[in-house]
Nanobody, 115 residues
Framework: QVQLVESGGGLVQTGGSLRLSCVAS????????MGWYRQAPGKQRELVAT???????NYADSVKGRFTISRDNAKNTVLLQMSSLKPEDTAVYYC?????????WGQGTQVTVSS
């Protein structure tokens, strides 16, 4: 059974930085895509960034140049380094993994950026 556990969220001031971490267990394929999504109150869940097992990345336009996604395949871990944070980045951030055509989600971690 695939499980994802996020950590690293919290409260930060505008312009600050945070690093989110997600550890996956139960992974059965080294070919997968991991990613981060976020959901703000009253809004739909949206893509933040994804990274394949080969290291190819994709970012939402709103975070390009500010956020960096990376992964450690040996540890089944994906990181999201967030810098120059803005109040509009406030959301619950979810980690996911796409493996064998199935999508799995973590429980989410709250990121709050104060103005």
């Amino acid at each position: 059974q695939v499980q994802l556990v996020e950590s690293g969220g919290g409260l930060v001031q505008t312009g600050g930085s945070l690093r989110l971490s997600c550890v996956a267990s139960g992974i059965t394929s080294r070919f997968n895509t991991m990613g981060w999504y976020r959901q703000a109150p009253g809004k739909q869940r949206e893509l933040v960034a994804t990274i394949t097992s080969g290291g190819s990345t994709n970012y939402a336009d709103s975070v390009k140049g500010r956020f960096t996604i990376s992964r450690d395949n040996a540890k089944n871990t994906v990181l999201l380094q967030m810098s120059s944070l803005k109040p509009e980045d406030t959301a619950v951030y979810y980690c996911n993994i796409l493996q064998h055509g199935s999508l799995y989600w973590g429980q989410g971690t709250q990121v709050t950026v104060s103005s």
